[in-house]
């Protein structure tokens, strides 16, 4: 049973930067690809970044390519989502999430473990 926590979530003005962090444990982490999704009110839950178990292959939704990146420490057991160039419509409770199967993958149905999420508010 792997537990996620994130961290690092708050409210910043647009244009701004927030690093987002998800620690895990109870689990060997460099097993698990680790996603990071968010969900707005009144919207599903959406696919933003993922990275490979070793951290060398990573995708993006659109709407993040160029303005978020994700990171891996897997001596720390924790990845990372760093965002800049806040959107209000990137505001926002982000999940990051553990799936250990794919390589990588997108789609939030692989994905088995998931932590409580962090709330992200970008103001306009």
């Known amino acids: 049973q792997v537990q996620l926590v994130e961290s690092g979530g708050g409210s910043v003005q647009a244009g701004g930067s927030l690093r987002l962090s998800c620690a895990a444990s109870?689990?060997?982490?460099?097993?698990?690809?680790m996603g990071w999704f968010r969900q707005a009110p009144g919207k599903e839950r959406e696919f933003a970044a993922v990275?490979?178990?070793?951290?060398?292959?990573?995708s993006y939704a659109d709407s993040v390519k160029g303005r978020f990146t994700i990171s891996r420490d897997n001596a720390k057991n924790t990845v990372y989502l760093q965002m800049n160039s806040l959107k209000p419509e990137d505001t926002a409770v982000y999940y990051c999430?553990?799936?250990?199967?794919?390589?990588?993958?997108?789609?939030?149905?692989?994905?088995?473990?998931w932590g409580q999420g962090t709330q992200v508010t970008v103001s306009s």
């Open positions: 999430a553990a799936e250990g199967v794919f390589l990588i993958s997108t789609n939030r149905g692989d994905y088995v473990y």
């Open positions: 990275v490979s178990r070793s951290g060398a292959t990573t």
């Open positions: 109870g689990g060997t982490f460099n097993r698990y690809g």
